[in-house]
């Protein structure tokens, strides 16, 4: 992790999962303040854009010696190295899954207006973005994809199985989930999960998943490879036939909050009983 501000990293990196994963050796978390590599009497690591232009740019030089003295550690063909930045492509759950099968994770942070983009052009392998927006620096986006990856990195999570039902794991959000008591103030759990019939049980998630993806975030439907019988569903959700369904959302209220387009397509295939495309 190459930041100008380590210490924001203290609490993130000493609790909770990332804490365990260091202590049992999983995982190894460096901290480097490329400040440390500044050459000059007042460690300067940005200054002025040529052609002009409010803010200041992060300067070449201590990015690259500080990469490259990481690199000069241990060699290793099978790495990244990351510039978090709102220009990137965005991050997913997918690339976390890439990142979390590699050697070594180089995540560099900028702060400033940006960085001299021949830090772009030559010292960096990926360009990363957290969503749309602009923050201060990238520390914050770079906890976000540190925690991602370590958390699928083998014997983190001690379940080998608990990542593989998460939200974008199979392209879908996360079915609904309870715990007890069965009944709380007069809400039941859905009969089918206290049942102890496996397959009802797996039925039941993969439809509650397929439901709330349509409902909050249909453009997601676009890379997933449905059954006949899944497009069907699909359509009777879009003709307000929600037989089935144990645990419904408010989905005029999702869809007034959002736009989609490239779904529509999508759900006139899934009412024309079409073969969906993956």
Known sequence: MFTLFPQMFAGVVSESILKRATEQGLVRIQLVNFRDFATDRHRTVDDYP???GAGM????EP?????????AQRTSANERTVLLSPQGQLFTQDLAREFAGLDRLLLICGHYEGFDDRVRQHLVTDEISIGDFVMTGGEIAAMAVLDAVVRLVPGVLGNEGSPDDDSFSVGLLEYPQFTRPAVFRGWAVPAVLLSGHHANIAAWRRRHALYRTWVRRPDLLQHVQLSAEEQRWIGAWEAGNFEGIDVLEDHHAWRQRRTCPAFEGRAADSRRGDPARG
């Open 63 to 71: 990015l690259f010696r500080a990469v490259e003295s990481v690199r």
């Open 50 to 52: 040529f052609g002009g």
């Open 57 to 60: 740019l992060l300067k070449p």
